[in-house]
């Protein structure tokens, strides 16, 4: 099944006279429970393009198709299904700096008024090692520290897609290849379709498909 589906799908940002395309005419189809990494120099348009796959930017044209819905432009449609459907995580983790590090996890089932499944929880923070912050703030917290919470934000409604953007970018190289073989757990036991943004090539090889993108296009893969 395709989880995800974009047709011709295009953003570009700057005036007329200097623009930016940042996505450029991309047609593009994952398949579910699979892991896949989007690789290419910065400002090759991977960040956009996430951007876009989780509902977080509207497109100029094109077609964006996710668990066979097709996405239109209703901002709280839009919202609604990002909420149950899309894990995100930035590279600047985006934790609310007044809320712990608990809160800060929960808030999607807060947001989604869903109950939190407690077991899941509690492997979630164990796994990423990161029991012992719960109530601290993120300001409290090292980078590596608050990347992780962000991980376990994004997994915390097991949602079937996780789009992430340099996720394992401020991590060291244990906690980099737990947050990946994460990846790989989420997508063979619940079927999670997993996008992330690297610029890890040892990463992006060991994926079950690697994207390259550059000046806004797709310009091959490996499989």
Known sequence: MKMIEVTDL??????????????NHITLSIEEGTVNALTGKSGSGKSTLLRLLGLQEMQDSGIIRLNGREINSDDEERSAFRLRNIGFIWQDYKLIHEYTIRDNILIPCRLADSECDQTYFEGLIRLLDIEGILDKYPLQCSGG???????????????????????????DS???????????DAARKTKTTVLFGTHDQTLAHRADRMIVMEDGRIIGGKE
């Open 174 to 184: 244990k906690n980099a290849e737990t947050v990946f073989r994460m990846f790989e």
């Open 145 to 171: 520290q608050q990347q992780r919470a962000a991980i376990a934000r994004a997994f915390i409604l097991k949602p079937s897609i996780v789009l992430a953007d340099e996720a394992t970018g401020n991590l």
């Open 10 to 23: 295009c953003k570009t940002y700057g005036v007329k006279n200097e623009p930016v395309h940042a996505v």
